[in-house]
């Protein structure tokens, strides 16, 4: 009887495979790996950090064999739409721009915006003190969003990388004045590094103050599915209200950041 189970279960995935639904005993899961602490690759290369463990308490929750798949960021919603992986996990700020391609789970962090540059420089996070300055940021992130829209119009030199860790490499070699990036990430990060240890914050946190910053810089983190996999949507909604009732999720947070971050 159990081998009968065993192989009509793997029927039953093969048939919804072939007709294009998501496999939800087992799941793929999209994210950028240069984000630590959230994720990023240990020296065997697999993903580790707040968002791999989290990935494993909401699998648990779901009763779902799940993998983790490393993609770059400016091709992680497309790698989505196209079937590469079943959701995305990375971070991934819920704006009304990106919720036209995907769908999004309820939130499950949120972070502000904020400048680093050396520690003692004088620069200032005015429009005046901005004006001609380098600043790095993540492509396609909100950082890069909220910077293109409100301060390269007024002088500031927006440099875009393709992955977080390139943007510091830059700033450490002076060829930056700033990076632009998550608080959290960077607090928890590299500023806790050794190279992060000759930078500090400037100017305040970045939340929205009116409606026009608010759209851009959207409604905290949401896990993305495709449109069509609505299952999947309420599945992982019901894990994440179950780790943070279960106290796993403040477990993880004050693991990696010291507090929690929901």
């Known amino acids: 009887m159990k081998k009968t189970q065993t192989l009509l279960s793997v029927l039953l995935s093969l048939a919804a495979l ?7 005993n087992n799941l793929r899961i999209g994210m950028d790996a240069t984000y630590p602490p959230f994720e990023s690759l240990n020296p065997s290369g ?15 929750e779901m009763k779902a064999r799940c993998s983790m798949i490393n993609q770059d960021w400016d091709g992680i919603i497309p790698g989505l739409v196209a079937k590469k992986y079943d959701f995305i996990l990375s971070s991934m700020t819920i704006t009304a721009e990106r919720a036209k391609a ?14 680093i540059a050396p520690r003692g420089s004088a620069l ?31 002088g500031m030199e927006v440099v ?10 830059d700033l450490v070699n002076s060829r930056l004045d700033a990076t632009f990036q998550d608080e959290l990430q960077v607090e928890a990060g590299f500023l806790k590094s050794e190279q992060g240890k000759q930078f500090a914050f400037v100017g305040p946190s970045i939340n929205g103050d009116n409606a026009a910053e608010r759209e851009v810089l959207g409604a905290g983190a949401g896990m993305a599915v495709r449109k069509e996999d609505k ?19 403040h477990k993880l947070s004050l693991q990696y950041f010291g507090r929690d971050i929901y």
């Open 18 to 24: 072939q007709a294009g639904a998501v496999d939800l």
């Open 46 to 60: 697999q993903i580790v950090g707040f968002e791999a463990d989290l990935a494993q308490a909401l699998c648990k």
């Open 102 to 115: 995907v769908n999004f789970t309820e939130r499950y962090f949120r972070t502000p915006q904020r400048l």
């Open 124 to 154: 200032k996070f005015t429009a005046d003190g901005m004006k001609g300055k380098r600043v790095g940021v993540q492509r396609g992130t909100t950082a890069d969003m909220y910077l293109s829209k409100f301060w390269a119009p007024r």
């Open 160 to 169: 875009r990388y393709e992955d977080q860790d390139k943007a510091y490499a």
């Open 231 to 249: 299952e999947l949507l309420v599945r992982l909604n019901k894990a994440i209200a179950a780790v943070r009732a279960n106290g796993t999720f």
